[in-house]
């Protein structure tokens, strides 16, 4: 059986010392070693068909390469896998892997589950929620770099950063869809105040009404739950009984679920979608929005930008902290993650929502 190549091998190859050989294949040759030599190196290890030793590796550095993440249910959520696939595909690419843990909305589990990933010698951790939410955050992740995703910290000084949806950017672009279409009588059926997705919405909403110099008809807003059911129920309100001169042109809904339900309640009453009534989703849900008749415009969520943004934050801390452990016991990624996130604060940084055109809009009909 042929012998493995070592770094020895590929070092007298490329006519180069053993140590030159050790910081190029580890990513620390500029500055060191010649550019000339460098791609002496990378072409003998390529010949050779050599690759660093990742468990030897760690042990000198005194790093796992492994990032914890804790999920609320987003593991065994059908919507919101996105995210850690977007964290997973990051962590990969710097040579990290990756371990989830999911809570099933226990919090009750959170600290334990925290534990088990720190047992196992995790080099950071990130918690990941199904749905914007404040955390209260187990004390026990201060102990390596931690960061959030889809969450924030509940705690007023906010210690741990959070990456989240811009949700009233996201609010305020929807509604300026539909103005740029001509509406001006444009109601959002919104979810509950028990999340704070649906009041940033609703925020954004009545920014892009002040923006253009319009007054908000508040009885236009109306918080009626995140469901089908709930969105058709609030559409027969809004639409049943009512003069085709009164009735809003466009609804705009807190999610892709409330906007089937609308699309059901015109059809119940021989609307024409987007013809006599434009509506308008939100999320991208997965297999939904894209799937409906007529496919749902919507603002698209940014699951996978926000897990790629956290975890690039997060490896930033955990390469800039010795030994990948906070000797404070304290916890901050910092950088910034991505070049389309914004930061908002000092630990929040904001992922834009995407606009998605589809066919559930279209023009103000005449005589609006």
């Not at 919104?190 to 908000?216: H, K, M």
């Not at 009885?219 to 739950?225: E, L, P, Y």
Request: glycine share 8%; net charge negative; aromatic share 4%.
């Amino acid at each position: 059986m042929n012998r493995k190549a070592t770094a020895l091998d590929v070092a007298k190859l490329a006519g180069v010392s053993r140590s030159a050989v050790s910081l190029v294949l580890n990513g620390r040759g500029d500055g060191n070693v010649a550019l000339e030599s460098q791609q002496r190196i990378r072409e003998a290890a390529a010949a050779l068909n050599y690759s660093p030793n990742k468990i030897a590796l760690s042990l000198r550095n005194q790093q796992s390469r492994v990032i914890g993440i804790v999920s609320d249910q987003v593991v065994t959520s059908p919507f919101d896998g996105n995210i850690i696939a977007g964290a997973d595909a990051v962590a990969r690419s710097h040579g990290f892997v990756t371990v989830v843990m999911d809570t099933e909305h226990d919090e009750s589990r959170d600290e334990g589950a925290v534990e088990t990933l720190l047992d196992r010698q995790v080099d950071g951790l990130m918690y990941v929620t199904v749905g914007l939410r404040p955390l209260n955050v187990p004390p026990n992740m201060a102990r390596v770099p931690s960061i959030l995703a889809n969450c924030f910290d509940d705690r007023p000084d906010a210690g741990l950063p959070a990456v989240i949806p811009d949700e009233v950017r996201g609010g305020r672009e929807a509604a300026e869809h539909v103005m740029a279409l001509g509406h001006r009588d444009i109601a959002f059926l919104a979810g509950d105040s028990l999340t704070p997705a649906a009041p940033r919405r609703i925020e954004g909403y009545r920014d892009a009404f002040n923006a253009a110099g319009l007054p908000v008809n508040e009885d236009r807003v109306i918080q009626v739950g995140w469901d089908i059911d709930t969105g058709f129920h609030g559409a027969m309100k809004l639409l049943d009984g009512v003069e085709p001169s009164t009735r809003p042109t466009a609804i705009l809904c807190a999610n892709d679920r409330l906007a089937i339900g609308v699309v059901l309640a015109c059809y119940r009453l021989g609307l024409n979608v987007p013809q006599d009534v434009s509506v308008m989703g939100y999320d991208d849900e997965f297999r939904v929005a894209k799937a409906m008749v007529p496919a749902l415009t919507t603002m698209a969520l940014p699951l996978r930008e926000m897990g790629a943004a956290a975890m690039t934050a997060l490896l930033a801390e955990v390469e800039a902290t010795p030994n990948g452990k906070n000797d404070d016991g304290g916890s901050g990624a910092g950088a910034d993650p991505a070049a389309s996130a914004e930061p908002a604060t000092s630990a929040e940084t904001m992922v834009p929502c995407r606009l998605v055109v589809r066919e559930s809009t279209g023009p103000v009909p005449s005589g609006r």
